[in-house]
């Protein structure tokens, strides 16, 4: 055995990226970055998987250990495995560190406050599991990072922590669904010099968006970087080329938020300084300065990389203090790869006739057609390919019709490639500067094939590589854009209604659930009244069971959030369950009875309410599951926002950057006086469904007045406008939960204009509803771009 093998602690210069086994991935790759490339990395040290092994046996806690695993039965059951897990984090945070191990790692510390310069620094303290970071094992956030630490006993204490965030139920539950041996776990603490950020950020070395492997995207927001996780603000986005290092997109978002460190060690959220508000987070220098280390690490490690960097406030020096291999695009383009390689005959024998940038992705063959002038457009068939100069608003129609576009000039943000990628044809643009323009290579007539995902045009047609996608063939014989998502300024969600689904459907490009409804968890898992639970003196099962099923879908969807409506049971609803006749009164018209917040606070609910909020903390505090939310249904005045929310706070829920309290807004009270309802809640979810009915007075239960009952109705689409002007003034988010946009996909289009931040729709719509959001997104852009105005010129003012 080295004594590297041996040693409790080594320098990150020490180390290189085939340390896994001594140091987990993320302190090997910290160290590779350190000690074999010229990439800014904070400086620093790893204590070693030996030392933690040491730790384990000189404490005796690995039989301990290995008997509370061995313990656990039913690892789905969330109690059990919890109860398993903490019993495991206690022994290892109240162990006592053998004395030298505690020594190696308080001479390190002073070393480091040595090199650098300073007494006790601030370090940084990340948690770096040997079964972390690996490709197709990405176990990533579910270890603890400590940050803006000082002082040896408390580095030292906090490398116990980490130890101890091993055993997260989280991290102990995936390791068991991957059968991943505990034996073969340890974990190393990485102890690092703090970066006080003033931006931050994450960026791929593919776009991962689309798997477009020439590009390199980088986010980033003012702040800490958590605020890009938690989804708190939309962080400035960058697509840079890698061949060119060029940026070739941007968008810029206004901020109005960012999360800083405190010197005290915890964390504040500021508002961002009005003159920072819409500036770019990133100068350009700083992008590209940013895509040349993306670069570098990719080509070091050999495959597409996921990293995240920080923007020092005192320095202004970028460093990068995350590198890990990308997990989903780096398999899911190996195996097109594998695939395509199946046809590199017929591709190998097939002439490139042109080749540009690949501005709309998919492929397409037809028959060329040369146009000049729009004055010639109507000559132009459905199905043929379009080559030209360059397009304009005004050879729309013709762009319609085509099976794919080929430019001569233009770069990824000219007409042709927006107006493209929003109809999801196949377009390069840019021959010309690939040294051979479109209409001097091709000519009317001629057949071709369009790759436009690798920016190349075939002569004739190749038919294995249009074989390969055939299930993307439009109805027309088009064949259209692969099956990814461009990314979204305007958040799409989806409703879940059955917990049961949760695994399927997690599966979705949805950012989160927008609207969970307790009543199913009730109606699958409960079945009796939490009333008469009590009475019968087991309030406890109502919280278990309510737990388990939330910690279902959140577990499912995790890391993305998710937000649980409470419950909104009407008293015909909730009389069906086991015991509930007793505790509910007939009610002429329960849709406007006892439902909704103004059970919560009743003396004859209040009880059972607080058996909700139980089942919440529970999912947060002890299943570790902090991506949970929660949403108010059916408040009727700003009173009952006001005893609701302080129950809610009263039972130690407290609102925070990462546990957001919701409302419905489904009445008109809540539209009308949204002004005073804000300061209750984080934001608003629009239930369009009772919205609409008690707008339009049209229960939404009666056939009689279905046709009457319309979303779209103007009265309806004036409450939502007024009520996201009104929510945004204070900061507040506004969401759509109700039907509207899942039934109408135009209703979406509306909503964006309007300045939505989330359209929650149901499963079966949220593939396509993703679709359009980028697709309207880009028309509002187009349409400034090319001075049109919005297209919509309804007045919805209502003053
Ligand atoms: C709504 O009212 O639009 C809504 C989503 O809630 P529910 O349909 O459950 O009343
Ligand atoms: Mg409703």
């Known amino acids: 055995m080295s004594s590297r093998d041996t040693a409790n602690v080594l ?8 340390d896994v086994n001594l140091v987990g991935g993320k302190s090997s790759s910290l160290g590779e970055m350190t000690s ?4 800014p990395v904070p400086f620093g040290f790893a204590t070693t998987a030996h030392a933690y092994r040491y730790f384990m046996d000189a404490t005796g806690l690995n039989d301990k250990v290995n008997a509370l695993l061995q313990g656990i039965k039913d690892y789905e059951n969330s109690d059990e495995l919890h109860s398993a897990c903490e019993q495991i984090r206690n022994l290892i945070v109240n162990a006592e560190m053998p004395a030298d191990l505690a020594d190696n790692i308080k001479q390190a510390y002073a070393d480091l406050a040595k090199k650098v310069g300073q007494d006790d620094p601030f370090v940084a303290i990340r948690s770096s599991a040997t079964a972390e970071d690996l490709p197709n094992a990405s176990f990533a956030g579910q270890q603890e990072s400590y940050l803006n630490i000082k002082g040896a006993d408390d580095v030292v204490n906090r490398v116990q922590e980490c130890y101890s965030s091993l055993f ?9 669904k991957q059968n991943f041996p505990y034996e073969k776990v340890a974990l190393s603490a990485a102890v690092q010099m703090m970066v006080f950020s003033k931006a931050s950020g994450i960026m ?3 776009n991962v968006a689309n798997g477009d492997d020439s590009k390199i995207v980088i986010d980033g927001i003012y702040g800490l ?17 890698k061949d060119s290092l060029k940026i070739v ?3 810029i978002i206004k901020q109005p938020v960012q999360l800083m460190r405190v010197a005290d060690g915890g964390t504040v959220e500021q508002v961002v300084p009005d003159d920072l508000q819409g500036k770019q987070v990133l100068t350009d220098e700083q992008v590209i300065e940013l895509a040349g280390y993306a670069k570098k690490i990719e080509a070091h490690y050999g495959c597409y990389m996921d990293m995240e960097y920080a923007l020092d406030v005192n320095t202004n020096r970028l460093w990068i203090v995350q590198a890990r291999p990308e997990t989903v695009w780096s398999q899911r383009n190996k195996d097109k790869k594998k695939s395509d390689d199946g046809h590199v005959v017929a591709e190998a024998d097939a002439e490139v006739a042109v080749r540009g940038l690949p501005a709309s992705p998919g492929l397409s063959s037809g028959v060329v057609h040369v146009i000049d002038s729009p004055k010639d457009i109507d000559q132009f068939k459905q199905g043929e390919v379009l080559v030209t100069l360059m397009t304009s608003p005004d050879w729309v129609p013709a762009m319609k019709k085509a099976a794919a576009i080929v430019t001569n000039n233009g770069g990824m943000t000219c007409h042709a490639a927006i107006v493209s990628r929003e109809m999801q044809i196949p377009c390069i643009v840019g021959t010309k500067s690939r040294n051979l323009a479109a209409t001097d290579a091709l000519k009317t007539g001629d057949v071709v094939t369009v790759d436009a995902k690798n920016g190349i045009v075939y002569r004739g047609k190749v038919a294995s590589l249009l074989d390969k996608d055939k299930p993307a063939a439009g ?32 599966s979705l490009p949805a950012d989160g659930i927008g609207l969970m409804r307790e009543e199913f968890l009730w109606t699958t898992y409960i079945h009796e009244h939490p009333l008469y639970l009590i009475e019968q003196g087991h309030p406890e099962k109502v919280v278990n069971m309510l737990a388990n099923g939330i910690a279902k879908v959140t577990r499912a969807m995790a890391p993305r959030p998710v937000v649980l409506r409470l419950s909104d049971f009407k008293s015909s609803e909730y009389r069906k369950l086991k015991g509930g006749d007793k505790y509910e009164p007939h009610e002429p018209a329960d849709l406007l009875g006892w439902r909704g917040a103004s059970r919560y606070y009743d003396p004859k609910y209040i009880n059972a309410f607080k058996l909700e909020l139980a089942a919440v903390k529970k999912v947060r505090n002890e299943f570790g599951l902090k991506n949970l939310n929660i949403m108010i249904p059916f408040v009727r005045t700003v009173d009952e926002a006001e005893k609701v929310t302080s129950i809610i706070r009263g039972e130690g829920l407290i609102r925070s950057a990462d546990f957001k309290v919701y409302m419905m807004a489904e009445i008109p009270s809540n539209i009308i006086l949204a002004d005073k309802f804000n ?16 707008i339009l007075g049209c229960d939404r239960n009666n056939d009689t007045v279905a046709s009457l009952f319309d979303e779209r109705n103007l009265a309806v689409k004036r409450a939502i406008r007024h009520l996201i002007a009104a929510a945004h003034k204070d900061g507040k988010t506004v969401s759509i939960c109700g039907q509207a946009p899942s039934e109408y996909p135009e209703f979406t289009n509306f909503l964006i204009q309007s300045g939505i931040d989330y359209v929650s729709v149901n499963p079966d719509m949220v593939k396509e509803t993703k679709r359009n959001v980028a697709h309207f997104e880009q028309r509002i852009i187009l349409d400034k771009m090319t001075g049109r105005g919005l297209q919509d010129p309804t007045d919805y003012s209502w003053e």
Do not use: C
């Open 168 to 176: 997260t139920d989280r991290a102990t539950y995936y390791r068991h």
């Open 475 to 506: 109805a027309a014989g088009q064949v259209v854009a692969a099956e990814t998502f461009a990314p979204t300024a305007t958040g799409v969600m989806m409703n879940l209604g059955d917990p049961e689904l949760a695994d399927k459907y997690s």
């Open 249 to 251: 997109e941007k968008n």
């Open 225 to 241: 970087g958590e605020y890009i996780v938690l989804g708190k603000v939309t962080p400035d986005h960058f697509v840079v080329d």
């Open 11 to 18: 320098w990150f210069d020490e180390l290189h990226r085939e």
């Open 36 to 39: 074999s490339m010229d990439v």
């Open 679 to 694: 300061q209750f809640v984080d934001g608003y979810s629009i239930g369009s469904n009772d919205l609409a009915m008690l």
């Open 204 to 206: 791929f070395s593919v």
